[in-house]
């Protein structure tokens, strides 16, 4: 597997890719074609520490960042980690050169596990119960997230901050037609959006289903999104 990263709404996610998948060969990367790349290295971490007896190893994890003593350890212990079959074999180098050497019959350690089951893709939606005869809220954290990155760049387009949406684009690592498609989500009406901060949306209503287009009208929107007036 090879070290990637994909960017989603201005973050980062690193994860590794079946080299199968890399040379476009779908039916020969397996199940497991994507792994979180925190999610590996941190059992990677943990099979050192237990083999090393450093239980002091782990400690931080890829979300703080590493200590350095812990990526000293790996880069020194580590030859390579294969992830195949379900399973991530971390392959320890040998002692020393010599050896290495003097030993050549002597295979280096292997130390085999099984790999963490697949994150699940949560939805950010919080359901809220109302009143005694309204229906209940959705909270959909991430179309307020997106509303308020629209407003937050047309400011700044504004107020001269950034020249264009490229330079958005750039500074987020986002491609110059998404930013421009979730800019459009700052043209939503002020009632759909006072719906959407309260979870009054309907269930339809969705950062997906807006990305694929907004009418200018605002009676429009209203009609295509299902709210009655």
Known sequence: MSPTYSVRRGNRYRYYISSALLHDRKASAGSRARVNADDVEQLVVE????????????????????????????????????????????????????????????????????????????????????????????????????????????????????ADTIAIARQFQLNDAHVRRVLRFGYLAPDIVEAIIEGRQPRCMTVKRLLQGIPRVWSDQRAAFGFAR
């Open 47 to 162: 099979v050192l520490g237990r083999e090393l007896s450093r239980p002091e190893l782990p400690a931080g994890g890829p979300s703080a960042g590493w200590s350095p003593e812990t990526r000293t350890v790996v880069r020194d212990t580590v030859e390579r980690v294969v992830v195949q079959g379900g399973q991530l074999q971390i392959i320890r180098k040998p002692a020393s050169a010599t050896a290495a050497r003097d030993e050549d019959d002597t295979a280096p350690p292997v130390h085999v596990v099984p790999l963490p089951a697949p994150r699940p893709r949560a939805r950010k939606e919080i359901i809220v119960p109302g009143g005694h005869n309204s229906s209940p809220r959705r909270l959909n954290y991430a179309l307020v997230l997106a509303i308020a990155r629209a407003k937050s760049w047309m400011r700044d387009l504004r107020n001269g901050k950034y």
